[in-house]
Nanobody, 124 residues
């Protein structure tokens, strides 16, 4: 089992920055992909950004490219999401997810473990 705990959410204004963290514990050696998803009220959970946990590949949704940066430290078992230039449409609960197997990284169904989520609210 892998446990994931997100932190760093909050209330910010349009154009502000925020940094989310995801701390992993348990059988972290089994992780292949670590990813951020988000879910706004009334919407489906959507892929945001992710990385190969022991590699150098990162991947982003088009909606956040150039504004968000995903990074990780597999020695410390922490992943971050640096969010710059926040927009109102970035308002959502952000979830950290981990997958044991390779595959298409933007599919929520691929992920075996999920955190409890952290709320990000962007106001104007």
């Amino acid at each position: 089992q892998v446990q994931l705990v997100e932190s760093g959410g909050g209330l910010v204004q349009v154009g502000d920055s925020l940094r989310l963290s995801c701390a992993a514990s348990g059988r972290t050696l089994s992780i292949y992909h670590m990813t951020w998803f988000r879910q706004a009220p009334g919407s489906e959970r959507e892929f945001v950004a992710g990385l190969t946990w022991r590699g150098s590949s990162t991947f982003y949704a088009d909606s956040v490219k150039g504004r968000f940066t995903v990074s990780g430290d597999n020695a410390k078992n922490i992943m971050w999401l640096q969010m710059d230039g926040l927009k109102r449409e970035d308002t959502a609960v952000y979830y950290c997810a981990a997958a044991r197997l390779t595959g298409v990284p933007d599919r929520a169904g691929k992920y075996d473990y999920w955190g409890q989520g952290t709320q990000v609210t962007v106001s104007s």
